[in-house]
């Protein structure tokens, strides 16, 4: 049951989401690069987003724009290799959901939107400020002012309200992994301390060692599960899922999808709400604004979700409270 508002609702009719991924350009048409790390079924709302940005922007694609979309299907070890192939169509500006270090060290000419980042752009000097990004990059971040330790505190406290007796958390994801993995492990790990949880962490380099880190987390007595974010983990939750069903532990997770396939709860900012503020950007940048010079943007809008039907498979009773503050509860 969906409660949020979608954005850009009334106008997204007039949007064509049948045609195929890889769209062909129209001559004379200045090229939209769109590169996103999961696969296509799972991320079409992002890619709708980018489009009702564009649109609200005045851009109609077609018209005023082509679109060329790369999906990395999960495998993020693709997007350096992508990002190289969309810059052989001289796009006028690349839109990329993750890996904006990646992408831009790959094709440093061309204009680039980063959407939902989860990590600090200027710490990680991709850009020289947030006011100023200066260069060829500009975006958007996942995270409002606190960074992760402040997503990690909000999702911790929502989850302690449905699993009342957590006293140790595991996380499951990639190591080494990006900047993301190692900012969730470290904000997870000063959180869970002032919780008066115990923290643990399972690194896993590939999904092959799933089994290894749940049969891990088993013998440690792990109450309850943290899963990454990370694309390695987040997009292949086909592969994750079976692992929780199997321990009997609640679980949760960043992003909306993780809650749809099967996790508890979910709570992060709204990735569709990210790359609608992307399309906005990609439409300033083809109307003749330098990215350098458009600030990096916090995220303002978040999405709470439970799932209603893991909650009564683990016997769970969802307190009214959290009910009413959910954005979605899935059945």
Known sequence: MRRRDLIGL????????????HAQTKANLPVVGLLLPGREDVVKDRLAGV???????????????SIIVRFANGDVTRMAALAKELGKFKPAV??????????????????????SFAADPVAMGIVESWSHPGGTITGNVMNAVGGEETMAQKRLGLFKQLVPGLTRLGMIGPEPGS??????????????????????NYGVVGLDDLEGAFASARRDDVDAFFISGEPLTS???????????????????PYLEMAQAGLLMSYSSDLSDGFRHAG??????????????????QASKFTFAINIKTARALGISVPPTLLALADEMIE
Request: glycine share 10%; with cysteine; aromatic share 10%.
């Open 179 to 200: 900047p993301l993995a190692a900012s969730e492990r470290d904000a997870l790990r000063k959180m869970c301390a002032q919780f008066g949880f115990d923290f643990r």
């Open 280 to 297: 906005l950007y990609a439409a300033k940048i083809l109307g003749g604004a330098k990215p350098g010079d458009l600030p990096i943007e």
């Open 235 to 253: 997009t292949n939750m086909s592969r994750v899922i079976p692992f929780i069903a199997t321990s009997e532990k609640p679980s949760f997770g």
């Open 10 to 21: 009334a106008g997204i009719g007039a949007l064509n989401f049948a045609r195929p991924a």
């Open 51 to 65: 489009r009702i940005g564009l649109q609200q922007a005045g851009f109609i694609e077609g018209k005023n724009y």
């Open 94 to 115: 690349v839109v990329v959901g993750t890996f904006a270090a990646t992408t831009h060290k790959v094709i440093p000419d061309i204009p680039v939107v980063f959407t």
